[in-house]
């Protein structure tokens, strides 16, 4: 199985809490490989560096404790970028330009034919397998309905966190190819999701339970820990990450994914003690 995660070393405790939520939910024996596309753009903000070969030697790490033939792959795309969108008008977009960076897999000769992209803020409550075995080959992608744009934008609307690309009809439609054009050209709301929403032929819509926005239910496959609206004590929006542990659980009340954050924890700590 062939999982797509893409960021700068801020991803690593997304990435980290994401994968582990993949491995200890999930019975399959065969092996994972585990995708980060990352780049150094400083010149845009200071932080906008790759993640670190210590994040990636401990994401391995990880890893392969569950099976020796689980495989991190980082890919640096930072020439792509700047021949691609350098200076594009979404370059400063809603979130960062490493959200744009997945509209290069078409352009990548490591990707495989069939991969799960995922946001860095995913946890599965349940096996993977149940979302990984969809049948795509008839379609683009598989992904679910968004919480908020199917009520404010589209029925149809789909959130781009959880998307089952099937990567030969996507090079024969130009999927790819179409949506960079638009982030070339235009300003968009959405930048990276809005492009592949206009690029799409044809799409395979999933139940909202792989990739829940709002709430983790009993058949919930993915919950996604994207920004929702809150109504009480009085309407606003909050941005809480599973890794945001005591907030998480002060707000949510999960205990689902207690073993999987403390392994995180632990992992972390290693990460950090080797940095002193």
């Known amino acids: 199985m062939n999982i797509l995660y893409a960021g ?41 560096t790759p993640i670190t070969k210590q994040q990636l030697d401990i994401l391995s790490q990880a890893a392969k404790k569950y099976n020796p033939q ?9 020439d792509i970028y700047k021949k691609e969108f350098s200076g594009s008008p979404n370059e400063q977009c809603y979130c960062s330009p490493y959200t744009l960076i997945r509209l290069f897999m078409d352009m990548l000769p490591d990707i495989p034919d069939k991969i799960l992209y995922l946001d860095a803020d995913i946890m599965f409550n ?3 397998e149940l979302l990984y075995n969809h049948d795509v080959s ?14 404010l934008i589209n029925p149809n609307y789909i959130n781009a966190g959880v998307i089952l690309f099937n990567m030969k009809m996507c090079k024969k439609t130009g999927l790819f190819k179409k949506a960079r054009d638009l982030i070339r050209l235009k300003k968009l ?13 044809k799409k395979k819509m999933l139940p909202q339970k792989f990739n ?5 239910h009993k058949n919930t496959v993915v919950r996604h820990f994207s920004k929702r609206l809150f109504y009480l004590p009085y309407p606003h929006t909050e941005n809480i990450k599973q890794w945001h542990i005591d907030r998480m659980k002060k707000v949510f009340r999960y205990k689902q994914f207690d073993d999987i954050l403390d392994e995180y924890l632990d992992w972390k700590s290693i990460l950090e003690n080797e940095n002193i």
């Open 138 to 151: 008839d379609y683009e992608y598989a992904a679910a309905r968004d919480h908020y744009g199917k009520y």
């Open 212 to 216: 829940d926005q709002k709430f983790l």
């Open 189 to 201: 709301t959405f930048a990276d999701q809005s492009a592949i929403i206009r690029s799409t032929t």
């Open 70 to 78: 689980n495989e991190i792959k980082c890919i640096d795309v930072t």
């Open 126 to 128: 349940r096996d993977i």
């Open 8 to 48: 700068n070393y801020k991803v690593f405790d997304g990435v980290m809490t994401s994968m582990l939520s993949v491995l200890k939910r999930t019975k399959v024996k065969e092996p994972f490989v585990f995708y980060i596309l990352t780049m150094d753009v400083f010149f845009i903000k200071e932080e906008y």
